[in-house]
């Protein structure tokens, strides 16, 4: 009698982990100045808005320029003191690899022209001449800022990073790691046109 209840129960547990259905989660919203689309299927049904959108923070306070308090912000307007984090140090090491395989072709200290321009978080110059923009090239070359003891160091105070360009794919990149540290392997996320994907959408594509 007490194999077959046991055969039961065993017969039940794999019922219920077999009819487990993948379910389909849809998240968008706001962040670095455009839209974003996450889609995922896991087998819990869990919502991660909130550890997103936390993620999203600290991505923001380490590397955005258009939020003044931010660390990078910070550094460009001169503060030495700030210890950069995790997020900043793998940012400024992929855009210095960048930055060599193009020949300085990607350099992020471009950040005073892009402001000039009126590309930036900063007003623009009334008018650009080649002189003003021979005066701003002196601050710009990537291998003009170091790093000694988690802080950066700049040739020049007036160099102003800006790694924008980069920021949007990086955050792609953060939230996939994320998603898979939840052993979810089937997603696709977009901001703003950059596009991380793994793995197969709920028709087997």
């Not at 991660?48 to 999203?56: E, W």
Request: aromatic share 12%; glycine share 8%.
């Amino acid at each position: 009698m007490k194999k077959y209840f046991l055969l039961g129960c065993i017969t039940f547990l794999m019922s219920c982990s077999t009819s487990k259905k993948e379910q389909l989660s849809r998240l968008e919203g706001f962040v670095f100045g455009t839209t974003y689309h996450i889609t995922y299927v896991d087998n819990d049904g869990i919502n991660y808005q909130k550890s997103i959108d936390s993620l999203f923070h600290l991505v923001n306070k380490s590397l955005s320029t258009y939020m003044p308090t931010s660390d990078i912000s910070k550094i460009n307007k001169g503060d030495t003191t700030v210890v950069i984090d995790a997020y900043f140090k793998e940012v400024l090491e992929k855009s210095k690899h960048l930055n060599k395989i193009t020949d300085g072709y990607f350099d992020p200290t471009v950040g005073n022209l892009v402001n000039a321009w009126g590309f930036g978080p900063k007003k623009p110059l009334n008018t650009m001449s080649e002189r003003v923009v021979d005066s701003m090239m002196q601050y710009v070359g990537l291998h003009k800022v170091t790093v000694k003891d988690a802080k950066i160091v700049k040739q020049y105070p007036e160099i102003y990073l800006d790694f924008n360009s980069i920021a949007k794919g990086f955050g792609v990149d953060i939230i996939g790691r994320f998603l898979e540290s939840k052993k979810i392997t089937n997603y696709l996320i977009e901001i703003g046109g950059e596009i991380r994907a793994r793995g197969k959408n709920q028709k087997d594509n």
